[in-house]
Structure formats: C-alpha cells, structure tokens
C-alpha cells in the first residue's frame, strides 16, 4: 500500500491534472461519450475536496482545452451545458470546504451564462482560504504565453514599461494567474503520457505522472498513489544535491 507522508513540504504546492478518458470509459461500457463527461464531474468534486483537505494550496483542472473547441459542436455544447450546471451548483461544496474558485484561459469565448456564474463563484469564495481551485477553461498554454507577451508589448508601447525590464518575473506577472505557485505535481490519467499545451510556463519544474485510470473511474486512492510516487521522486530542478 502507499503510504503518503502528510509532513508539511512534502505535500506538493500545486497540483495540475490533466482529465483523460472520459469518452472510453463510456464506450467501454457501450454508453454515448457525454455519460463519461457526467461522471467525469462527480470525480471532479471528489479529488478536489480531498485536495483542501490534504492542504494543498492550488489545484488547476484542465476542465477544457483552446483545441477542445474543434470537437464536433453537440459535445461542445453538451461539455458546456455541464460546466454552467456545475458551476451552478457546486457553490455550497466550496463554500464548506473553505475553497476559492478561480478560472484561467480564453474565457471570453464562454457561454455568457457559464461566464457570470464563474464571476458569481469567484466574488464569492474570494475570500476562502484551504485551496483555490483553478478551472482551465479555454486554456491553451500557447495561447496563454501570447497573450502574456501581448500585454507585455502595450505596456512597452504606452511607455509605461522598458524591454530591458522584460524578465521571466515580468512575464509570469502577465499569466492568467499571476503569483501563483510553480506547479509541482502534473498527474494525467488514462495511461496517457503527454502534456497537450497544459501550463507550458508554470510547469517548466514539474514531476509528471501519469496513472492507468480513466478519469470516471479515478478515486482518491488512485490520487493518493499518484502523490506517493510524486514524494518519491528526488527534486533536483538542475542542482546536484550533496547527500
Ligand atoms: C477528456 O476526456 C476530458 C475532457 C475533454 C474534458 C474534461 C471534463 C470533465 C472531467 C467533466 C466536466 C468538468 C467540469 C469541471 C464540470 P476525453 O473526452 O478526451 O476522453 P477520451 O480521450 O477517452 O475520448
């Protein structure tokens, strides 16, 4: 059994999950894509109140992808119906559990109804402490880079900022979510071993690990195995460490 050390550091700061295989976990059982996406949900709760209370400070879900938009539209639409139901319900979950809502991405091209309903969740649990959930939504991490660099350039362009002021400090101040912590931790389920444009600059230092369960059918244990093998893994980010 894997044993996860609860000491404090050895908990990873941020954690980011990619969310795979919800479409063959329900083909697997006969049922249309969108059944796996449902269930997909329940999961979502279920590993991030278990976040909180393993007192992890950030969790950022790869909820949908800038590349997701050129699915076929029924499942675009259906993919956004779930996110507007989940966001409508899922206030008192967050609210017990002490945990902030935020969103990062290209949310301009949201559903205006998904969209107020974010800005409803994130005035409201502003002020909660235990974690903040960060829903990638929209999200390509080019695309975040970009935009980064744009804002970067107005800058320059009104005068307000020199190019020889620009540094990785002065970039990571233009992300979606500015001062957040490195990501520590990617876990991506499905077996799958490949990043697909998530958090390009925030996890330049991250430990990847990629566990064999379809996201419907991910539970915490399977989490908590994924946190074992992370605190296994020797950090290093360049150095040599003197035993
Ligand atoms: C990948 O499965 C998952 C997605 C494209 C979206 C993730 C969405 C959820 C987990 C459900 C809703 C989330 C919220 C926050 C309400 P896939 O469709 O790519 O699976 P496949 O690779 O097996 O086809």
Redesign the pocket.
């Known amino acids: 059994m894997i044993h996860i050390n609860a000491d404090i550091g050895e908990i990873p700061r941020h954690i980011a999950v990619i969310?795979?295989?919800?479409?063959?976990?329900a083909?697997k059982r006969g049922w249309v894509?969108t059944r796996?996406?449902?269930t997909?949900?329940d999961?979502?709760r279920a590993i991030t109140t278990e976040s909180a209370a393993l007192g992890i400070e950030r969790l950022t879900?790869?909820?949908?992808?800038s590349e997701?938009w050129s699915r076929p539209e029924r499942e675009v639409r259906f993919?956004m119906g779930?996110?507007t139901?989940?966001l409508d319900g899922e206030l008192p979950t967050l609210q017990d559990n002490n945990i902030r809502m935020e969103a990062i991405g290209r949310l301009d091209r949201l559903p205006e109804q998904a969209r107020a309903l974010l800005d409803r969740n994130r005035e409201a649990t502003a002020g909660n402490t235990a974690m903040t959930l960060s829903?990638a939504l929209s999200y390509g991490g080019r695309d975040e880079i970009v935009d980064a660099c744009r804002a970067l350039a107005q800058r320059v362009a009104a005068g307000e900022l020199d190019p020889s002021e620009i540094d990785a400090a002065a970039l990571d101040a233009h992300l979606y979510a500015p001062g957040s912590p490195d990501v520590d931790l990617v876990v991506r389920t499905?077996g799958e071993q490949r990043l697909s444009n998530f958090l390009p600059w925030e996890a330049v230092y991250a430990e990847y690990v990629s566990v064999a369960p379809?996201?419907p059918e991910f539970t915490v244990a399977d989490f908590h195995a994924a946190l074992g093998e992370y605190q296994s893994r020797d950090r290093r980010f360049g150095r040599v460490i003197e035993p």
């Open positions: 969310m795979d295989g919800n479409g063959r976990w083909k894509r796996g996406h449902r997909g949900a999961v979502v879900l790869y909820a949908f992808s997701n993919l779930l996110l139901e989940y829903l499905a379809l996201w």
